[in-house]
């Protein structure tokens, strides 16, 4: 049985956790392939280039833009991420299913393009919860959580928008959901090839 890969959207609000939903996620399987994004960010002190993400200066990620080569792109907390559009389209075409984690601006533009994907969208249990989570992190400045609690309450409103909600209020149970989805989409009879 062949078919074309399924597209998985891992999105949700800046800290919810979906960074680690998806390492948890990937340690115990090998049969999806995650994409790895460009962006502006400067690297964080763990880490490294062409494995986190693909780092680059601003010119470099316009001038990819311009000539297309990104899926969606969005700028978060003035630094620009972008997923790569050949690794996706290619592993797709190859019928292997791939997984995107990136934020909701980038996830409703890919949304647009390609309605099909699997969009899951993960949500802090509260928005308290989401702001402990962030300054227990360390890794942000004050004003940056402002900013991204503020976003993240508007940033709820677009739930509806996706196929899935996954609370991570357990990240156990949370990575279990994520994986009972894959599964679960695997087995549609639309991502079958029955010939
Ligand atoms: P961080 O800089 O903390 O790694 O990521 C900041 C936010 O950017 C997170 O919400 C993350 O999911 C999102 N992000 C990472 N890569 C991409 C991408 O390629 N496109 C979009 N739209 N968002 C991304």
Redesign the pocket.
Same mark, same amino acid.
């Given at each position: 049985m062949s078919r074309r890969g399924i597209l998985f959207v891992l /999105?949700g609000?800046?800290g919810v956790g979906?960074?680690t939903i998806r390492e948890n996620l990937l340690a115990d399987r090998n049969d999806i392939q995650v994409?790895i /994004? $460009?962006?502006t960010?400067t690297p964080r002190i763990d880490e490294l280039d062409g494995v986190d993400?693909f780092f680059m200066d601003k010119a470099s990620f316009l001038l990819k833009q311009s000539r297309g080569e990104f899926l969606?792109? $969005?700028t978060?907390?003035s630094?620009m991420?972008?997923?790569p559009r050949d690794f996706v389209e290619s592993n797709l075409l190859k019928g292997r299913d791939v997984l995107?984690?990136?934020?909701i601006?980038? $996830?409703m533009?890919v949304k647009e393009k390609m309605p099909e994907g699997v969009f899951i969208f993960i949500s802090p249990p509260t928005v308290d919860d989401l702001l402990s989570r962030l300054c227990k992190r360390g890794?942000d400045s004050v004003e940056s959580i402002e900013e991204r609690m503020a976003s993240c309450r508007q940033e709820m409103s677009y739930m509806s928008d996706y196929d899935y909600v996954v609370i991570n209020d357990d990240l156990d149970e949370a990575v279990k959901k994520v994986e009972a989805i894959i599964i679960a989409e695997r087995c549609k009879t639309r991502n079958i090839n029955l010939e």
């Open positions: /999105s609000p800046s979906k960074g994409s /994004s $460009a962006t960010r993400y969606e792109s $969005a978060v907390y630094n991420y972008g997923t995107l984690e990136i934020d601006q980038g $996830a533009q890794k």
